[in-house]
């Protein structure tokens, strides 16, 4: 019997884009969920008036770690397989969903839980070149996580992903903004789950997209980084240099 699969999208203020991107998901998936998370420029209209997809509203903007944890709750409450989760800003390609979604059961009589998209594991000739301050921070943080962890991610940030739905419920996600990605990553040591990284391209349509206030100086986020890890190492009992965890 085949897996059940849902697609999960977070979106916020992405006018410009739904329309396009749901297109092409729609595709290569049939069943589609979208989380819009509060938006005030449109999208929430657009949205109410497409056929054939979930839809899940948040009165206000909460954060992309919030649409993250709806799609993960809904994806365990509705009893699918996979969760494969795409970004909404047409810098992720939708054709490699299936791809994704199978190579969830691609590891034998052991499942992997997390099949993490990543831009930098393969040099693609349709890459784009990334904001040197964004490739460096996740360079960072990726070395980071392996000298704690022996976590060997090349990307550490890449939102196209594949979950075995059966793991979600490992996860408590309380870091509702963009950091939301380290607190997966510490809580997946904790819990001992199985994880690979798959190839996909590296497209930036938008470089000056911000993260919001503050954010958008790098200092700063990564200052804002490193404080969740150390919080979340912390509350998860998984302190730097245990090396508990291998892929």
């Known amino acids: 019997m085949s897996s059940r699969v849902l697609t999960a999208l977070p979106v916020y203020n992405e006018v410009n884009h739904v329309h396009g991107v749901l297109d092409e998901v ?7 969920l979208v989380v819009n998370d509060g938006s005030t420029d449109g999208t929430t209209e657009l949205l109410d008036e497409i056929e054939g997809i979930h839809l899940i509203h948040h009165a206000v ?14 994806a365990v409450e509705n009893k699918y397989d996979v969760l494969v989760t795409i970004d909404c800003d047409g810098q ?7 791809q994704m979604a199978a190579a969830v059961e691609l590891n034998g009589s052991q499942p992997w839980d997390i099949v993490s998209g ?11 070149v990334p904001p040197e301050d964004r490739r460096a921070i996740n360079f960072r ?18 939102g196209f992903k594949a979950y075995r ?13 963009y950091a939301m990605p380290l607190q997966l990553w510490v809580q997946a040591v904790r819990h001992g789950l199985r994880i690979t990284e798959f190839p996909v ?3 930036y349509l938008e470089e000056e997209r911000s993260f919001g206030g503050s954010l958008d100086d790098s200092e700063k986020r990564m200052a804002y980084y490193q404080q969740i890890l150390k919080r979340e190492m912390e ?6 240099g245990e090396g508990r965890f291998s892929t």
């Not at 903007?61 to 809904?74: D, H, I, P, T, V």
């Not at 992720?92 to 299936?98: E, F």
Request: charged share 20%.
């Open 26 to 32: 729609r595709r290569h998936c049939d069943e589609i």
């Open 61 to 74: 903007n909460q954060g992309y770690g919030a649409g993250l944890r709806s799609a993960f709750n809904y």
């Open 92 to 98: 992720h390609a939708p054709k490699l969903i299936p």
């Open 118 to 128: 990543s831009r930098y594991l393969q040099d693609l000739d349709t890459d784009s």
């Open 141 to 158: 943080i990726n070395q980071q996580l392996k000298e704690c962890f022996g976590l060997e991610l090349t990307d550490s940030f890449c």
């Open 165 to 177: 739905v059966a793991a979600l419920p490992c996860f408590e996600i309380t870091e509702l903004g």
């Open 201 to 203: 391209p590296l497209i």
């Open 235 to 240: 509350s998860q009992d998984v302190p730097c």
